[in-house]
Every structure is written in structure tokens, then in C-alpha cells.
């Protein structure tokens, strides 16, 4: 969809009308990299750190409960988790972030 509004609806537009045909195409690549991006892999990661599956806001609720008590160890593989999903949540928002 992105696609053809830049190649096509853009060329056949122009003024404002060409600038929201832009920003709409924009917003279509983003969901587009969204809905690719493996959306569970940070829930995956989430339950093996923790020791166990559930829902995405249960398994973050018990990484607070676990990062509460000192564990050095324990915090830096959720500081790996953690950095993982920022990293997607980046590279979805503008494609390429951690490629340098």
C-alpha cells in the first residue's frame, strides 16, 4: 500500500493533498515494519527470564517484582531483554537505527 501511494497517488496529487498522501504512505511503512517485526519475541524473552509464560504486561509486572531483589546476574540479562526490545521497537520506527 506504502508502494503505490508514493508511486502512484503522490505523482497524481499535489499541494496539501500530495502531502497527505505522504504522511498516509509514511504511516503505512511503519505498520507494515510493525505487524513484520516478531511482535512476541519480547514476551519470549521475557518468560525465559523469568521462569515462566504469560501475557506480555504479567511478565513485565514480574520483571519489576524480580528487579526489586539485588541479583546482578539477573539484571544484566534483563538489561539484555530489555535493550533487544528497544532496538525493535527503533528499528521499526525508523528503519536501519541500529545498523551503523
Known sequence: MAHTLRHDVVSATN????YQVRVVANLCGIIARDLAA?????RRD???LVGHDGDLA????ELAAQLTRPDEQFEQAALEVLLADASRRA?????????A
Do not use: C, E, I, M
Open 46 to 48: 521475557l518468560a525465559q
Open 38 to 42: 516478531d511482535s512476541d519475541q519480547t
Open 91 to 99: 528499528n521499526v520506527a525508523k528503519p536501519g537505527y541500529g545498523d
Open 15 to 18: 499541494g496539501p493533498a500530495q
Open 58 to 61: 504479567a511478565l513485565a509486572n
